[in-house]
């Protein structure tokens, strides 16, 4: 099992929903989900934006790097994120931040994540699950890396974040609910949270599915090239 850390957040619609949504799916994917407090934040980047809900989550996966990054994704198009602006407006991000102790840099995937320093919205509800974790790549701490940013930037919410099996059950949403399963889940506190065994296994139908697109496309890729190639 390898231990990772997420960053979530959201700003349009109804942000402790889309963060609640998103909890719910991650349980069935990862095991020992565990939440962080969640933090209003201001928008980072692109500034003229609403607010922010960010939250971090630490959780166990059987899955590589890339097949983990691969299902996130996945999973942020399932619950309705499409594309726009960088830094921009978003119904949900969902950042892979540590993958266990490795460092890799790759086009598609980095870890760690490259921007985590300099981010209040990051640092700050990392604090809240590990302050000691030393960043592999800088050799340095959590605690140390968030003495750097500005803490009034995030603003830590009394309500904490509720299951949202119940809500995402009565929704009509097929894309979202067909594709990642809902199940049963609970949380309280700095929030430990956990999915079930069924919705666990069809997620794993899941992921073959992905390998399998990703083969596909990467094969279709391999003959328009060799058309082109072809044609020159």
């Known amino acids: ?38 933090y209003e934040t201001d928008p980072w980047g692109l500034v003229d934006q609403p607010d922010f ?18 299902l996130l994704k996945h999973l942020e198009r399932a619950l309705g994120r499409v594309d726009g602006t960088l830094w921009g407006p978003r119904l949900i991000d969902i950042d892979l931040l540590f993958y266990d102790d490795q460092v890799l840099d ?30 592999p790549a800088l050799k340095r701490s959590i605690r140390s890396l968030a003495s750097e940013v500005d803490a009034t930037t995030v603003r830590r919410l009394a309500q904490p974040l509720l299951a949202a099996s119940a809500a995402c059950d009565q929704a009509s949403e097929p894309s979202a609910t067909q594709s990642l399963g809902i199940n049963g889940q609970s949380c309280t506190g700095v929030q430990s949270c ?7 296994s069809s997620n794993r139908v899941l992921l073959q599915s992905i390998e399998q697109g990703v083969t596909a496309e990467t094969q279709q890729v391999c003959r328009m090239r060799a058309i082109a190639a072809g044609a020159r």
């Not at 942000?15 to 962080?36: I, M």
């Not at 790759?106 to 974790?133: S, Y």
Request: glycine share 6%.
């Open 53 to 70: 809900y960010n939250l971090c989550a630490l959780g166990e996966t059987t899955l590589e790097p890339r097949a983990l990054l691969r």
């Open 106 to 135: 790759e086009p598609a995937l980095q870890v760690p994540h490259p921007r985590i320093r300099g981010r209040a919205f990051v640092l700050i509800p990392l604090l809240d699950l590990v302050e000691d974790l030393e960043h």
């Open 1 to 38: 099992m390898a231990t990772v850390y997420l960053s979530l957040g959201t700003n349009l619609g109804d942000r402790a929903y889309n963060l609640e949504r998103a909890v719910t799916r991650l349980t069935e994917v990862l095991d020992a989900l565990v939440l962080s407090s969640v």
């Open 194 to 200: 956990t999915g079930s065994e069924t919705s666990r």
